[in-house]
């Protein structure tokens, strides 16, 4: 049997000259570029470390999605191009393959995240935010954000794998990006936030922005901590394992 | 002679459609099955039952003297090689890439890389990308790939498509010097009757999903020496249309 390690290896080689890192790196960079380019104001200084914690949720829903997407959609299609399933089918077995695939995909995703986490507090050291680094908050932020990831690229995985036609998995990670961060808008109904996966991030958010009015806007604006719902992230890891079972099931019972 | 492949009652439906019925196939060991039948005929099909690539109504397969199941099927496939339909490959890799990838699935030595691609000359083109290659060389590339572990049994599945008369004639060749040299059994379909004469040593005909004949290519001439293999092949095959 095949190890995993040894198809992990395989998955490396079968991107060569597709540039997937490349691409997952950009789109990095990128999002890092939108969120902190610009001039680092009083304000920035004082609330930085929270301020970072209440606006990154929604930067997030926005980038990670789509590159779930894109990492997703790329590993798979090289396979469905060159009708390779049929051929890999008899050479490994499917579970092993499905996990494969996945592991290298969410280990490039978690790698992304992982930069991303890793600059955004270089930058608060960098421009001296004030007060203590709060570790604590920013490693929650950093399990916050890769769990709902896991999840969007788990449905992301298992439709590019099922599906020859890439259009299908696009269409449903720009259509649930979009109503992912639309929700997060609707602070009056915040169960849409928990039921879609890509809204996630806004259910998880647990800095809160407290203090604005129309007449004194930011002036007396401050950031706490809210509630966690931990019976929901819960219920996220359960759905993910299930999801995964699911998906790697369909894929097993596959014709090709 | 032991048979490497049986199926018994052999039967895979598609919603109301029967595909395979209740096929009956054996296949002996160090010979040239013949699998001969016209298009859409279930050729395909069977050569996917047999590989575990679609799933069975009814039926069983038996392949070196083993029962074809979930279980089973990986042992089963690593002494099995095959070329189904179209070859499988990334055509953004070159032949070499692709077949790293293989050798390393199938845990088979990198030396036999090299070694398949002389075999289907192919060893001068192993640095380009497969999608800069022809059709032929694409077949020829396919071919490799199921020759890479030096499999026991070999299915191709219409492996002339694409050749031009030389390749298929050098096709032809390595096909017949396999059993002689690495001592393997293969089983080719085709829809071509001259191409499965000219290699063959037994042959099954399908039609309709139904197995209409099987036996010895010779006995096949025998059974009515005033016709020839193409009007034989006919009657058997109008034969099942007219079921």
Request: charge should be positive; include cysteine.
């Amino acid at each position: 049997m095949t190890s995993i390690l040894e198809l992990l290896r395989c998955e490396f080689r079968k991107t060569r000259r597709r540039y997937l890192i490349a691409a997952a790196l950009i789109m990095t960079v990128l999002q890092l570029c939108w969120c902190l380019y610009g001039e680092c104001t009083e304000e920035i200084v004082t609330h930085g470390w929270m301020l970072f914690l209440y606006q990154f949720p929604l930067v997030n829903a926005i980038f990670l999605p789509l590159l779930s997407m894109m990492i997703a959609s790329g590993l798979c299609d090289i396979e469905h191009k060159g009708t390779m399933l049929k051929q890999l089918f008899t050479c490994t077995e499917r579970n092993r393959l499905f996990d494969a695939k996945l592991l290298y995909g969410l280990l490039l995703i978690t790698a992304c995240v992982l930069l991303s986490w890793m600059v955004i507090v270089l930058y608060g050291f960098l421009h001296r935010f004030e007060g203590p680094f709060p570790l604590k908050l920013y490693l929650l932020y950093f399990l916050f954000t890769l769990c709902p990831t896991i999840m969007i690229y788990l449905i992301q995985h298992t439709l590019s794998i099922l599906f020859q036609n890439q259009t299908i998995p696009c269409f449903t990670g720009i259509i649930g990006t979009f109503c992912g961060v639309f929700s997060m808008f609707l602070q009056n109904i915040p169960w849409l936030r928990k039921l879609l996966p890509w809204g996630h991030y806004g259910a998880l958010q647990f800095v809160g922005m407290f203090g604005w009015t129309k007449e004194t806007r930011y002036e007396y604006v401050y950031f706490e901590t809210m509630h966690t719902d931990w019976l929901f992230f819960l219920a996220l890891i359960l759905s993910a394992c299930l999801l995964y079972l699911i998906g790697r099931n369909l894929f097993s019972r596959k014709e090709v | 002679m032991k048979e490497i492949v049986t199926t018994s009652g052999l039967t895979k439906v598609y919603g109301n459609s029967i595909c395979i019925d209740q096929l009956n196939m054996n296949v002996r060991e160090n010979r040239i099955y013949g699998f001969l039948g016209p298009n859409g005929a279930g050729k395909s099909t069977t050569l996917k039952l047999l590989l575990g690539l679609v799933h069975p109504t009814g039926g069983e397969i038996s392949i070196f003297g083993e029962q074809l199941s979930a279980k089973s099927r990986m042992n089963i496939l690593r002494q099995t090689g095959s070329l189904i339909e179209s070859p499988s490959y990334y055509g953004h890799l070159t032949a070499k890439e692709n077949l790293k990838i293989y050798a390393a699935l199938l845990q088979v030595p990198e030396r036999n890389i090299e070694k398949v691609l002389q075999i289907v000359r192919l060893d001068k083109q192993h640095n380009k990308k497969l999608s800069k290659f022809s059709l032929g060389m694409k077949q020829r590339f396919g071919l490799a790939s199921a020759l890479l572990s030096f499999p026991k049994l070999l299915i191709l599945d219409e492996p002339s498509n694409g050749l031009d008369p030389a390749g298929i004639q050098e096709m032809r060749e390595l096909i017949k010097s396999l059993p002689r040299e690495y001592g393997m059994t293969v089983i080719v379909s085709s829809h071509i009757l001259s191409e499965i004469d000219q290699i063959a040593d037994d042959i099954g005909i399908i039609a309709s999903g139904k197995m209409m004949y099987q036996g010895e290519l010779n006995r096949l001439h025998e059974t009515d020496s005033d016709k020839t293999l193409e009007e034989i092949f006919l009657d058997f095959t109008r034969e099942a249309q007219s079921l």
